[in-house]
C-alpha cells in the first residue's frame, strides 16, 4: 500500500514556462513533507520542504503548496531551467511517530525542452 | 565540508554471497539512515542509526542488518542475497535524523545479483 503517490512517471516542459509537480498521500499523520531532486548517478538533494502548518513554502524559483483536506502538495518551478530536469521525489514524515523514516513516492522524472 | 561517502560504489555478487556496504556521514552528523532505490518501488526506508543505535527500522527481512560506529560511520549488511536485492542503496546522514526530516544522501551503491 502506497502511502505517498506520484502518479506522473514523467512531465515534459518547455523552457522558461511553468513546470508543476504533483504528490498525493494517504497517511493523515504525515505532518512534515519534502521534495528531493535526483540527477543520473548521484543521491537525490533536499530541494524544499514544508510543515503541516503551513500551506505555501517559498524558495526562489520553487513553491510547495499543501492542501492538507485533499491530502495533496505540488512542487512550482518558475521559470524551468535546462538544469532543473531531473528526478523529483515526494517524501513525507510524521514527525511524531518517526517508526517508518521518510516515506518516498516513486518519483516524476521532469524533463525541460529547449 | 565533505558530503556523504559511501562504498563501494559498484559491486556484483551471486545469489547466497552476503555484502557489505559502508558510509561515512557529514562530519559531525550523528544520524545515518538506509535506503533501497529500485525501479518498480522507488526509494524504501530500511533503518536508522542514531548514537550507535538502531532507533527507527522499515518493513525489510532480518538478512537486512547495519550498525553504527563511534565516529557514526555506518555499514550495512544484506546476507543470502537473492536477486530481488539488486538495487541502488542510499545512505543519508543528518544532525538529528529522520524526524527533522532533511537528510543529504550519498550518491549511492549499487548491487547487483546474479
Known amino acids: 500500500d502506497q502511502q505517498v503517490k506520484q502518479n506522473s512517471p514523467s512531465l515534459s516542459v518547455q523552457e522558461g514556462r511553468i513546470s508543476i509537480l504533483n504528490c498525493d498521500y494517504t497517511?493523515?499523520?504525515?505532518?512534515?513533507f519534502l521534495w528531493y531532486k535526483k540527477y543520473p548517478a548521484e543521491g537525490p538533494t533536499f530541494l524544499i520542504s514544508?510543515?503541516?502548518?503551513?500551506d505555501k513554502n517559498e524558495d526562489g524559483r520553487f513553491t510547495v503548496f499543501l492542501n492538507k483536506s485533499a491530502k495533496h502538495l505540488s512542487l512550482h518551478i518558475v521559470p524551468s531551467q535546462p538544469g532543473d530536469s531531473a528526478v523529483y521525489f515526494c517524501?513525507?514524515?510524521?514527525?511524531?511517530?518517526?517508526?517508518?523514516?521518510?516515506?518516498f513516492g516513486k518519483g516524476t522524472h521532469l524533463i525541460i525542452q529547449p | 565540508k565533505a558530503g556523504v561517502t559511501q562504498t563501494p560504489r559498484y559491486l556484483i555478487k551471486t545469489r547466497g554471497q552476503q555484502v557489505t556496504l559502508s558510509c561515512s556521514p557529514i562530519?559531525?552528523?550523528?544520524?545515518v539512515s538506509w535506503y533501497q532505490q529500485t525501479p518498480g518501488q522507488g526509494l524504501q526506508f530500511l533503518f536508522e542509526?542514531?548514537?550507535?543505535?538502531?532507533?527507527n527500522k522499515g518493513n525489510f527481512p532480518g538478512r537486512f542488518s547495519g550498525r553504527q560506529f563511534s565516529n557514526s560511520r555506518s555499514e550495512m549488511n544484506v546476507s543470502t542475497l537473492e536477486l530481488g536485492d539488486s538495487a541502488l542503496y542510499l545512505c543519508?546522514?543528518?544532525?538529528?535524523?529522520?524526524?527533522?526530516?532533511?537528510?543529504?544522501f550519498g550518491e549511492g551503491s549499487r548491487l547487483t545479483v546474479l
Open positions: 543519508a546522514s543528518s544532525l538529528y535524523g529522520v524526524v527533522t526530516g532533511e537528510l543529504f
Open positions: 497517511n493523515s499523520m504525515f505532518d512534515y
Open positions: 514544508i510543515s503541516s502548518i503551513k
Open positions: 517524501a513525507a514524515d510524521n514527525s511524531g511517530g518517526g517508526a517508518d523514516g521518510l516515506t
Open positions: 562530519s559531525g552528523h550523528r544520524s
Open positions: 542509526y542514531f548514537s550507535e543505535t538502531q532507533r
